[in-house]
T-cell receptor, first 115, second 111 residues
């Protein structure tokens, strides 16, 4: 079956521009996560959706970052006024159910480079 | 804020040896622990999770949890070059809504 997909795989943008990163989770998975991974670091939590609502957005670094999941499936991470420090791999993961023991399946990530 | 600490390595072992990867965590209340493997340029994939003290074995992999000492380790027996990757340790955050990852340990298995 299809796994988590993310588009684009690579995004190069200029400082100050707006970007959107898309995540298509595994069909039927109600939980969706966004993480950010910088070189040499583990993934860093950004936001968690259960269904359509953001159940935990405490990891978003500032108000330039926003994410939506309007129909409880596809999610879009939006970054306004990008900064060079936003350069990283943005990972999306999905999980079935609400139990914390269920495995999170990661997508291939979007590599964002801000020039 | 929970923290997860790992030695970044690299840890180098010869093919066929046992690789031992360690992780310590700050929150004594943590209940479950996850080991993810991440090949260079790829996304993390779950290889083990453990929530009881003691050992959990799955093929060549054994996870060991010691809650009193607040560490969890991953042993890889009969290491293969294909095991060369970064191994990430993770625990659920305080709210149980996401995972907190360590920086990962890079393992290199030489043939």
């Amino acid at each position: 079956g299809a796994g988590v997909s993310q588009t684009p795989s690579n995004k190069v943008t200029e400082k100050g521009k707006y970007v959107e990163l898309r995540c298509d989770p595994i069909s039927g998975h109600t939980a969706l996560y966004w993480y950010r991974q910088s070189l040499g670091q583990g993934p860093e939590f950004l936001i968690y959706f259960q269904g359509t609502g953001a159940a935990d957005d405490s990891g978003l670094p500032n108000d330039r970052f926003f994410a939506v999941r309007p129909e409880g499936s596809v999610s879009t991470l939006k970054i306004q006024r990008t900064e060079r420090g936003d350069s990283a791999v943005y990972l999306c993961a999905s999980r079935s159910g609400t139990s914390g023991y269920n495995e999170q399946f990661f997508g291939p990530g979007t590599r964002l480079t801000v020039l | 804020q929970k923290e997860v600490e790992q030695n970044s390595g690299p840890l180098s072992v010869p093919e066929g040896a046992i690789a031992s990867l360690n992780c310590t965590y700050s929150d004594r209340g943590s209940q479950s622990f996850f080991w993810y493997r991440q090949y260079s340029g790829k996304s993390p994939e779950l290889i083990m999770f453990i929530y009881s003290n003691g050992d959990k074995e799955d093929g060549r992999f054994t996870a060991q949890l010691n809650k009193a000492s607040q560490y969890v380790s991953l042993l890889i027996r009969d290491s293969q070059p294909s095991d060369s990757a970064t191994y990430l340790c993770a625990v659920p955050n305080q709210a149980g809504t996401a995972l907190i990852f360590g920086k990962g340990t890079t393992l290199s298995v030489s043939s």
